[in-house]
């Protein structure tokens, strides 16, 4: 059973910068893709960038583009989230995802596995 542990979140100004974390183990994973979500108080979750582990081909939403990078240690099943310039729109739980394909990366239903989350605050 694949399990993901994120870590990193905090309370952090406007401006400033936070690095998250995602440990993943129980599964094989040089040819997954994994992911980043995020999900604002009564919103839905969203898409903030993904992964691909084989290749380090990554991708993004718009709105992070420039701002944050996605990157990733396969020695260590841990991939990262650098997140600068932060912005209040950017508050939200963030959630790593993981799936077996890299179709469809940006849609949360087609990822099964998922950690627990972590708070972002960014204040003004």
């Known amino acids: 059973q694949v399990q993901l542990v994120e870590s990193g979140g905090g309370l952090v100004q406007a401006g400033g910068s936070l690095r998250l974390s995602c440990a993943a183990s129980g599964g094989t994973f040089s040819s997954y893709v994994m992911g980043w979500f995020r999900q604002a108080p009564g919103k839905e979750r969203e898409f903030v960038a993904a992964?691909?582990?084989?290749?380090?081909?990554?991708t993004y939403t718009d709105s992070v583009k420039g701002r944050f990078t996605i990157s990733r240690d396969n020695a260590k099943n841990t991939i990262y989230l650098q997140m600068n310039s932060l912005k209040p729109e950017d508050t939200g739980v963030y959630y790593c995802?993981?799936?077996?394909?890299?179709?469809?990366?940006?849609?949360?239903?087609?990822?099964?596995?998922w950690g627990q989350g972590t708070q972002v605050t960014v204040s003004t």
């Open positions: 992964i691909r582990l084989s290749d380090s081909r990554t």
């Open positions: 995802a993981t799936k077996g394909t890299i179709l469809d990366a940006t849609q949360a239903t087609t990822y099964p596995y």
